[in-house]
């Protein structure tokens, strides 16, 4: 099917390969997440390096590596059938270069303002190989007169709706008043519809960070069993050794990538100390990061998220809201592209929970944050959604790991 669409002459040819399969039966979406993974970790050498020589250096000066293929997130080549596919976004790319704004780069500076120290690159995770401009002095040809051009008819449309609003909600108090006077009461939304505004789902799996070393056991034969293949193990410390399937099915690679559905981490309780863990998005969707007492349940059919019920608390990057068991949760953040990286902070002596955004923090989002027999670190994907867990397996990215504890290790003590 992929084939045939990229055949075809037409500008929708695909770009997404991720269905693909290598020559041992792997999706290539998990291959090309390997190879994502490699990219970064060759970055943080980088980073190292240019550290040592420059303290005063941030990881926005060492560039990510671009893209062979030109189609941004893949890093593996593309099939040969599909030679057509990037002549065709090489000639578009060139008749584009620079003639359009950057819409990540736009985005992140409408949400809020820019950091004290980002560099002109904030909100693209494409960086410097970005095609697009980030600025309006970067427009060259026509681009600038049409960058202005839609910004005015943006402006109207915006004020044709207010208008429109204002008017509709004149019409709906109305009718409100007539629903009254005849004793009509609106029925209650569900709160599985919650959601709906976002996106339409099929499936929303919670990521969760358990602790029930039995069945994490008997879940990772199930998954032998199914690949009809053995565990690999190696002298260093895989990341999931430490890892199991929860509910459903999830793909879990050395080093911290994940993506798919539930999975749980050791044995671990929190009752006492600082904590902290990083996230990194890796692809666009809906991700939940928080944490969960055993009261929580992380039922695929119910599609629980952590948050979504009041012995969780959690933290909605795609929305920008924060959940403890409410309908519609709160306001909180801001929504985070892909690239960005995620902290959460909790502060079990004090009971707080506490996220940033690439090393700027959003405040306390959560008090009293407490349940008997501690709490677990959980993360709630939905299906296809893949993300990088940094438990304190590699250097923080915008933590001293002096001032906190790394779940990694306590990990390995409890494990051991």
């Known amino acids: 099917m992929l084939k045939k669409k990229a055949k075809v002459t037409n500008p929708n040819a695909t770009l997404d390969f991720s269905a693909c399969r290598d020559l041992n039966g792997r999706h290539m979406r998990y291959v090309n997440a390997l190879v994502a993974i490699q990219k970064w970790k060759e970055r ?45 976004r ?57 960058f202005l051009h839609e910004q005015e008819l943006k402006k109207q449309r915006e004020e044709k709706e207010a208008i429109e609003a204002y008017t509709t909600v004149k019409d ?32 929303f799996d919670p990521l969760g960070f358990d602790s029930f070393p039995k069945k994490s056991k008997a879940n990772k034969a199930n998954k ?11 002298g260093a410390e895989e990341f999931r050794a430490k890892l199991s399937v929860l509910t459903g099915d999830a793909s879990i690679q050395d080093d911290g990538i994940i993506s798919g559905t539930p999975i749980q981490l050791g044995a671990i309780r929190v009752v006492s100390g600082r904590y902290y863990f990083e996230v990194h998005l890796l692809t666009e969707g809906l991700v939940q990061i928080g944490w969960a ?39 909180y953040g801001e929504s985070c592209q892909p690239g960005d990286v995620v902290g959460c902070l909790l502060d079990a002596d004090k009971r707080t929970l506490e996220y940033s955004v690439n090393g700027k923090s959003l405040g306390v989002a959560f008090s009293g944050v407490y349940a008997i027999g501690g709490v677990f670190p959980v993360i709630s994907l939905e299906k296809e959604e893949a993300v990088l867990v940094n438990l304190g397996q590699f250097r923080f990215e915008y933590a001293e790991m002096e001032r906190v504890s790394s779940i990694w290790e306590f990990v390995k003590k409890v494990n051991a």
């Not at 055993?294 to 059919?301: D, F, N, Y």
Request: glycine share 10%.
């Open 44 to 88: 943080q050498e980088r980073f190292e390096e240019l550290k040592a020589k420059d303290p005063n250096a941030t990881i926005s000066d060492v560039p990510m590596e671009a893209p062979k293929a030109g189609v941004v997130g893949w890093y593996c080549e593309v099939p040969c059938w599909a030679e057509g596919v990037k002549k065709s």
């Open 90 to 146: 090489a000639v578009f790319l060139r008749e584009q270069k620079k003639q359009k704004m950057c819409d990540f780069w736009w985005n992140a500076r409408q949400k809020g303002p820019v950091p004290p120290n980002a560099d002109k690159n904030w909100g693209c995770p494409r960086g410097d190989q970005c095609d697009f401009a980030h600025g309006f002095e970067e427009l060259t040809g026509e681009g600038r007169a049409k």
């Open 172 to 203: 709906m108090s109305i009718d409100a008043i007539d629903a009254i006077e005849a004793n009509y009461k609106p029925p209650k939304a569900k709160k599985s519809q919650k959601r709906a505004s976002l996106l339409e789902m099929e499936d």
């Open 224 to 234: 032998a069993n199914k690949t009809g293949k053995k565990n690999e193990t190696s």
């Open 293 to 331: 007492s055993q009261s929580h349940g992380c039922a695929e059919e119910e599609q629980n998220g952590v948050g979504d019920s009041e012995g969780s608390w959690g933290f909605d990057v795609a929305r920008g809201r924060k959940w403890h068991g409410e309908s519609d949760g709160e306001p």
